[in-house]
């Protein structure tokens, strides 16, 4: 312990190698592998699990810090906790990337088939999934890694299956052909959620469909529709007009003839058209279109589809076949003008829908898919909702998270993909069949052994079985993740026993319907239980144009960039220190160019002034001693002893009533303040003094207070800095070498020390300290140059107060000597030649005359003067302009009257002190 002392007290901070030494420890002593038949109340996270895709930004790391402080804390308290973490496979995102590198081969995935397609999957989760890993341990994460989980290993998998198996005999798994949401580029279904709108300028093309006459022939006359996605015509089965506009009430039940594809369809009155929207007049088709789908339902009309799933269109398209849909809409545009049927094209701005992971325009399109009903789901968590299962944190996402189960739709489960949990259903065909048709029965099983048995009673021995080859919806297994991590089905695991339902989700506003809804729906399903008792939702880290950090968006910062440079203790307590409050977004100061940032920078100066106070203590220290304190050292104390002692207990109690609410930011700001003003700028100050002072009597008293704030202030510090807490408290203490800050006890508050009295006296204090260092300032006084400081005041408790510090103010101050008087006992007559101010009822006078060089000081002064006249002259030049005052940004405006206030009022003062001095 004398040599890691020695060592410190030598040696600058390194975060690098602080951090690698303790996350390397924590790691090998399993220090966060807790034992669900240990005691201490249940604590538990399971953590977000990041797509296995890349690496992670600063959006995970944000999240990561904000977990790591929930569950050190929770550790502190001397709860039980459990912090799970795991990546999630992310279908869509993995099989876009695997397409990707086959493509520049060569090859497509059906070339080199399922089986060779998902060990190139799992060979990318590997080294994926590894260096997600060590990112999240260069950040300190305090999770167990031994419970590590992936959301395709086998007991995940087999949880999924279980789930499938109960869905679908509660009926509420069924399969059909609805109208999804495809994305061409995936070649899959992906659900409402995963579509991203996006603002595009189009066009809006006006094109007219003759209409035929009773006996089929074409008339010369025409109905003009109006139309965004004019290659869906191939498709039309109806024209729709609203049954109250008096345009085209005569021509409802006549029909039309579509251009191309010579089909006569019915002109139908629906109250769902807009009379208002282009002609008044839309085009119905059913096939790729949600809204032309009811109309089609309430019609009884039929559905065309006419495209590929690739986005070609396909037979049905007539002469257009096997153009890209693109393509296709650019020639169907010159073909109707050739024919005279286009009459205008309108610039039309519109929303798109995008696939978010395909990142092009989905294509409504009829697919035989999977679907989960929601309606009995969502209810049975509506009903929880006014026990506050969860309590959400800030309560206003309570009130998204239930309109969006008040509105939800059905569950398309399916993706056409290779890459995540097989769908557990066999098609039943007889020997002789090669392909599965719509009607196809299948049975749903939990393996292909059970499904043969169950196959045979039904359909008899001669079948064969061919595996669904579609994977269930990523999200579908993500909903699963808070207890399929624990154990589940297994509800007697020590796991799931102990920490199910897990305490709190940390997690961004942007997956409340992504992820948080579907945990409480599945959680209330399979376990009759919400899966966690709070929602803390956090803002989204934004880059310096204000967009949403993500790696699909290509403008994330990694992490270790910044860990790099600062430290990851820096980085995370710039992260939680941005936080206003729960649910609002940070953006964090970043150069791109040269990979820095102030704010981070800022936090690492933090660490250092902690080091620093650290190694000053070291220095101080006379033995080894217990520096517990007794009865006897409290009677002791100085009145400084008692002034940081009463200020550490507000702050602790402050700070642990914060964390408990989950208000992380604020936790972080008054803990920085206490430590860098309170403690290092003020304490260690006073306890310099009788440090310096070999007659101090107390000075073992003052190493105890010293130790023990530094102690208490390093525990409290420890959730947001881990590393660095843990490495000077091990310097700090006498404790066995296997001992972790990490698994402490939280300081206990004691209010005995609480003297709010006493805080108020030394805030004054402080401001009289700050008064004579800036009338010093201003008069231009080198810190060896000192000068006698008069104070003056009728309050008689603050003299008593002032004069047992006396000593204390005159070497802060750095003044030769401080008299301190009551009004009657002096005559301020002497004090004519003396740079003065007031804090409340004290009066304080720095006399000049007699140390002073008069001459320089009016001249730097008179400098200082005619530049803040200079100043105001250009402000008042600006807000006398009504054009910068009336167009200008208000914060603009607001700043130039505030600095036009400020510089008058430093003029005033200025001009005052040269006229004292003439």
């Known amino acids: 312990m004398t040599e890691m002392n020695d060592q410190l007290s030598l040696e600058n901070y390194s975060p690098f190698e602080v951090e690698k030494k303790w996350q390397e420890k924590w790691e090998s002593l399993e220090a966060f592998s807790p034992n669900p038949e240990d005691d201490g109340e249940s604590f538990c996270v399971v953590i977000p699990p990041p797509n296995v895709t890349g690496s992670l930004h600063m959006g995970h790391a944000f999240n990561t810090a904000l977990i790591d402080v929930v569950v050190r804390f929770q550790r502190l308290l001397g709860k039980n906790v459990l912090c799970l973490p795991g990546t999630d496979h992310a279908s869509i995102a993995v099989q876009t990337i695997l397409e990707k590198q086959l493509k520049s081969e060569g090859k497509t995935?059906?070339?080199?088939?399922?089986?060779?397609?998902?060990?190139?999957?799992?060979?990318?989760?590997?080294?994926?999934?590894?260096?997600?890993?060590?990112?999240?341990?260069?950040?300190?994460?305090?999770?167990?890694?031994t419970r590590e989980r992936f959301t395709l290993d086998q007991k995940l998998n087999e949880a999924v299956i279980e789930a499938f198996n109960i869905l679908y005999k509660k009926n509420l798994i069924y399969r059909g052909e609805y109208l999804v949401n495809w994305c061409p580029e995936s070649q899959s279904a992906v659900s409402d959620l995963e579509v991203e709108m996006q603002e595009v300028n189009g066009h809006l093309w006006h094109f007219k469909y003759p209409l035929i006459s009773e006996s089929g022939e074409q008339l010369d006359k025409y109905l003009e529709v109006a139309t965004t996605r004019p290659e869906t015509l191939l498709g039309d089965t109806a024209v729709a007009v609203n049954p109250d506009d008096d345009r085209y009430k005569e021509f409802i039940g006549a029909k039309v003839k579509v251009p191309f594809v010579d089909r006569e369809i019915p002109i139908i009155a629906d109250s769902?058209?807009?009379?208002?929207?282009?002609?008044?007049?839309?085009?119905?088709?059913?096939?790729?279109?949600?809204?032309?789908?009811?109309?089609?339902k309430r019609h009884n009309l039929k559905q065309i589809n006419v495209m590929n799933k690739d986005g070609t269109l396909n037979i049905n398209a007539g002469i257009f076949q096997n153009l890209e849909r693109y393509e296709a809409r650019k020639k169907i545009i010159k073909e109707l003008d050739n024919l005279g049927l286009l009459t205008k094209i309108e610039d039309y701005k519109h929303t798109v829908p995008f696939s978010d992971r395909g990142k092009v325009p989905i294509e409504p399109l009829l697919s035989t898919q999977w679907f989960l009903k929601m309606d009995g789901i969502s209810q049975g968590c509506l009903n929880e909702i006014d026990s506050k299962k969860p309590s959400f944190i800030p309560p206003r996402w309570e009130k998204v998270y239930k309109d969006w189960l008040e509105n939800i739709n059905d569950w398309c489960i399916s993706r056409q993909l290779w890459w995540g949990h097989q769908i557990p259903a066999w098609y039943v065909l007889d020997e002789s069949q090669d392909s599965i048709e719509q009607n196809t029965p299948y049975i749903v099983a939990r393996n292909e052994e059970d499904a043969l048995i169950e196959a045979n009673k039904k359909f008899g021995l001669n079948i064969k079985l061919v595996r669904d080859k579609d994977v269930l919806d990523t999200w579908f297994s993500s909903g699963l993740w808070p207890f399929s991590t624990l154990g589940w089905p297994n509800t007697n695991d020590p796991d799931f026993k102990k920490w199910y339902p897990n305490s709190v989700l940390v997690t961004g506003f942007d997956i409340i319907f992504f992820w948080v809804a579907r945990m409480t729906m599945m959680g209330n399903t399979f376990t009759n239980n919400i899966p966690f008792k709070d929602v803390y939702i956090h803002?989204?880290?934004?880059?310096?144009?204000?967009?949403?950090?993500?790696?699909?968006?290509?403008?994330?910062?990694?992490?270790?960039?910044?860990?790099?440079?600062?430290?990851?203790?820096?980085?995370?307590?710039?992260?939680?220190?941005?936080?206003?409050?729960?649910?609002?977004?940070?953006r964090l100061d970043f150069d791109r160019k040269k990979d820095t940032s102030s704010t981070v920078e800022a936090s690492r100066n933090f660490a250092n002034k902690l080091w620093n106070a650290t190694k000053f203590v070291l220095i101080n220290k006379t033995s080894n001693n217990n520096y517990s304190f007794n009865e006897s050292d409290e009677n002791s104390l100085?009145?400084?002893?008692?002034?940081?002692?009463?200020?550490?207990?507000?702050?602790?109690?402050?700070?642990?009533?914060?964390l408990k609410e989950y208000k992380l930011g604020e936790s972080a700001k008054l803990l920085y303040e206490f430590t860098w003003n309170d403690f290092c700028d003020w304490y260690v100050e006073f306890a310099k003094q009788r440090f310096n002072n070999k007659e101090t009597k107390n000075r073992q008293i003052s190493e105890k207070v010293l130790i023990k704030v530094l102690n208490d202030i390093l525990v409290m510090i420890h959730p947001f800095m881990p590393h660095i807490t843990e490495e000077l408290w091990h310097v700090l203490q006498l404790k066995p070498d296997n001992a972790l800050l990490s698994l402490q006890k939280w300081p206990i508050h004691e209010n005995k020390f609480v003297d709010n009295k006493l805080d108020n006296s030394f805030q004054q204090l402080f401001e009289i300290i700050r008064l004579?260092?800036?009338?010093?300032?201003?008069?231009g006084l080198k810190p060896s140059e000192k000068g006698p400081v008069y104070l003056i005041s009728d309050n008689d408790e603050l003299i008593d107060f002032l004069k047992t510090l006396v000593g204390d103010i005159q070497t802060l101050t750095k003044s030769s000597e401080v008299f301190i008087f009551k009004n009657n006992a002096v005559d301020k007559k002497e004090f004519a030649k003396s740079f003065s101010g007031i804090i409340s009822d004290l009066e304080v006078y720095l006399p000049f005359q007699d140390f002073v060089n008069i001459d320089a000081l009016k001249e730097r002064l008179t400098k200082d003067l005619k530049k803040v006249t200079i100043e105001l002259e250009n402000l008042n030049k600006r807000l006398s302009n009504k054009n910068f005052v009336d167009k200008a940004p208000k914060d603009i405006v607001d700043e130039c009257r505030f600095k036009l206030n400020e510089g008058s009022v430093q003029k005033e003062r200025i001009t005052k002190k040269l006229e004292l001095l003439n």
């Open 109 to 145: 995935s059906e070339d080199i088939g399922r089986d060779e397609f998902l060990k190139r999957a799992w060979n990318w989760k590997e080294q994926s999934g590894g260096r997600i890993v060590s990112q999240l341990k260069r950040i300190g994460y305090s999770v167990d890694w």
């Open 638 to 658: 100085e009145l400084c002893d008692k002034w940081i002692l009463s200020k550490l207990n507000q702050v602790n109690i402050k700070v642990t009533a914060l």
């Open 272 to 296: 769902h058209v807009d009379k208002d929207f282009g002609t008044g007049c839309v085009k119905v088709t059913p096939a790729h279109d949600p809204n032309d789908f009811a109309i089609g």
């Open 539 to 586: 803002g989204l880290v934004r880059d310096e144009n204000n967009k949403k950090m993500s790696k699909s968006s290509g403008n994330g910062i990694d992490p270790i960039l910044l860990i790099d440079k600062y430290g990851s203790d820096a980085l995370r307590f710039a992260l939680i220190r941005e936080v206003a409050g729960a649910g609002q977004d940070i």
């Open 772 to 779: 004579i260092r800036n009338l010093r300032s201003e008069l």
